[in-house]
């Protein structure tokens, strides 16, 4: 598709901010009103309507993407959304370590347990730790208190932490991640921990390298979108 506009602006309206191009709005993907809630990540979605060149090029609206997403999935179901969430939860990886006498236990032990305790302590929950790969449930406290943190996030963080937890297959990562000030490098390190260690015994090839790359990009963007959903 050619580019059809020539100009794009940031307004505020009585509901939030919206993107105009040549001074209309915009509206998302399943035909809603595309209202964000903060100047800031309408700007950061303006910016992609700005930086496309002649030839409109669907594949580089990133923030738009998941701002849609948010409006046309999310706030229409929410109790649907935060009910998927939970069983990342019930998987974490964060909670499913190699047997103590491996090696890949003490690194699973130095990464991931103070990410893992810090989560318990700010959260008043306690996790369960597996050895292996035989599934035991989480502590029937800890989901619900886990809800109650979840619902209490708004549309575009629950959007983000649905990329997070996806990319991470752990929903304490990506509950750490929509926190203000989190390390990107930090969380990520703990979520490829297990495929770093992969890579050190046998090596990475050219493909594995860059899917990994995408994969870190878009868990940068969530994370940005939760950030910007919260900066005025």
Known sequence: MKRFYKSVTVEQAADGWRVLLDGRSI????????????????????????????????????????????IDAVATSRAQVISDLLPYAETDTLCYRADPDEALYKRQLEVWEPLLAGAEARLGVKFARISGIVHKPQPTETLARLRQELE????????????????????????????????????????????????????????????????????????????????T
């Open 27 to 70: 509206k998302t993907a399943g035909g809603r009103a595309q209202v964000l809630p903060t100047q800031a990540l309408a700007e950061a979605l303006a910016a992609e309507w700005e930086d496309q060149g002649e030839e409109i090029d669907a594949a580089r609206f990133h923030f738009r993407d998941l701002a849609d997403f948010a």
């Open 152 to 231: 209490a996030e708004s549309d575009f963080a629950l959007a983000a932490l649905k990329m997070l937890s996806s990319l991470a297959a752990s929903l304490t990562i990506a509950i750490e991640a929509v926190r203000p000030g989190a390390d990107a490098d930090v969380l990520w390190k703990a979520a490829e921990l297990e495929a770093d260690w992969q890579v050190e015994l046998w090596g990475e090839d050219w493909e594995a390298t860059e899917r990994r790359k995408a994969r870190f990009e878009a868990f940068t963007l969530a994370m940005r979108v939760a950030e910007l959903s919260r900066t």
